[in-house]
């Protein structure tokens, strides 16, 4: 079974903080993604990545930023967290190639609140 | 830019009834659609996941069909039991590569 896994299932931060949000997976994807799920909105993603050290904006990036330095691990980071990146953030990957045809699995979500 | 629509936004339903999830996009210009399974504070569990050149595909209780070119997808769920009770939602992969999700319909089975 693919695994993606999340660093924390709940975080705390206060405004102005850098925070630093994790993924894993265990099944040598390629494609990584990240997004963001709001009441109302739905989700929206945020930044994906085609391959090691490679990053691409999604719909709503500002504010955010990624890195992935080896292919297991993509990490979503907020440079100076505000109130309204209160989210759940979830992220998810799929095997190699486009996203165009290979079926995406998520990680439990990061709920973060920044107070 | 793709829209996805899922109605209804909610349903609920006595155990046992079939149930018919609706999800409806603008740009029949896809790759696949896949539909995901969240219950409560959890993440997304993948469901189901139609290739554009498929009509329809099959899981247990779980159908889903596609017709492309009116931008529709259908998800049925027969004999519905109260563990199906989370939220449905569909998501249509186009020709920009990115996953774009509909609002989702909350299903409440009651015993």
């Known amino acids: 079974d693919v695994k993606v896994t999340q660093s924390s299932r709940y975080l705390v931060k206060r405004t102005g903080e850098k925070v630093f949000l994790e993924c894993v997976q265990d099944?040598?994807?390629?494609?990584m993604f990240w997004y963001r799920q709001d009441p109302g909105l739905g989700l929206r993603l945020i930044y994906f990545s085609y391959d090691v050290k490679m990053k691409e904006k999604g719909d709503i990036p500002e504010g955010y930023s990624v890195s992935r330095e080896k292919k297991e691990r993509f990490s979503l980071i907020l440079e100076s967290a505000s109130t309204n990146q209160t989210s759940m953030y979830l992220c998810?990957?799929?095997?190699?190639?486009?996203?165009?045809?290979?079926?995406?699995?998520f990680g439990p979500g990061t709920r973060l609140t920044v107070l | 830019k793709q829209e996805v629509t899922q109605i209804p936004a909610a349903l609920s339903v006595p155990e046992g009834e079939n149930l018919v999830l609706n999800c409806s996009f603008t740009d029949s210009a896809i790759y696949n659609l896949q539909w995901f399974r969240q219950d409560p504070g959890k993440g997304l569990t993948s469901l189901l996941l139609i290739q554009s050149s498929q009509r329809e595909q099959t899981s247990g209780r779980l159908n889903a069909s596609l017709d492309k070119s009116s931008g529709r997808s259908t998800l049925y769920i027969a004999a519905s039991q109260p563990g199906d009770s989370a939220t449905y939602l569909c998501?249509?992969?186009?020709?920009?590569?990115?996953?774009?999700f509909g609002a989702g319909t909350t299903v409440t089975v009651r015993a």
């Open positions: 099944m040598d994807h390629e494609n």
């Open positions: 998501a249509v992969v186009s020709n920009d590569y990115k996953l774009s």
């Open positions: 998810a990957s799929s095997p190699a190639g486009t996203s165009a045809t290979n079926e995406q699995f």
